[in-house]
T-cell receptor, first 111, second 117 residues
């Protein structure tokens, strides 16, 4: 059974810092890995999707990497801003099982 | 496209009442998912459909929960009778899948916040 872990559970950084969020998964037989953002009281917004054949994917200040064999992904946020404050979730599908989510990392960027 | 549309956004009901949550997936998507989010357990898959057919409902907590997808543009999640422990945020999501292989991006609705008193 796939299990997804995200570390740290919460992170507080000053504005302008570069930061890394971590995601690990137990079953490496995945098709892709997806990073989401969730603002308080809101739905999930898809940030990046990395296919299993890719090593990384970039969107603006966000860069996600995938090391499938070791069961790890990182989300790198460059030059963080207060507007980046949210919970970040990673999720993987494997086999016939749709997205299995981690518990998320709650990020606070302090102005 | 308007994205995945869920209704209602908020629902407050009394214990024992029937609750129906609604979802309209993104046009052209052939897979639909219902998730539940709580502080304690995070996001849990309840059920998912592929081409309107339920594929896996092992996440449905009890027989009080049921879901239908009568056509490609509409799905419901029903709880009857509702209990206070059902209080949570319920999300619907959709994606394009190749058969049953979940190899494409999933998009989520804004969720329905259910409170059972």
């Amino acid at each position: 059974k796939q299990e997804v872990t995200q570390i740290p559970a919460a992170l507080s950084v000053p504005e302008g810092e570069n930061l890394v969020l971590n995601c690990s998964f137990t079953d490496s037989a995945i098709y892709n890995l997806q990073w989401f953002r969730q603002d308080p009281g809101k739905g999930l917004t898809s940030l990046l999707l990395i296919q299993s054949s890719q090593r990384e994917q970039t969107s603006g200040r966000l860069n996600a990497s995938l090391d499938k064999s070791s069961g790890r992904s990182t989300l790198y946020i460059a030059a963080s801003q207060p507007g980046d404050s949210a919970t970040y979730l990673c999720a993987v599908p494997s086999g016939n099982t749709p997205l299995v989510f981690g518990k998320g990392t709650r990020l606070s960027v302090i102005a | 496209d308007a994205g995945v549309i869920q209704s209602p956004r908020h629902e407050v009901t009394e214990m024992g009442q029937e609750v129906t949550l609604r979802c309209k997936p993104i046009s052209g998507h052939n897979s639909l998912f219902w998730y539940r989010q709580t502080m304690m357990r995070g996001l849990e898959l309840l059920i998912y459909f592929n081409n309107n057919v339920p594929i896996d409902d092992s996440g449905m907590p009890e027989d009080r929960f049921s879901a239908k997808m009568p056509n490609a543009s509409f799905s419901t999640l029903k709880i009857q009778p509702s209990e206070p422990r059902d209080s949570a945020v319920y999300f619907c999501a959709s994606s394009r899948a190749t058969g049953r292989v979940m190899n494409t991006e999933a998009f989520f609705g804004q969720g329905t916040r259910l409170t059972v008193v």
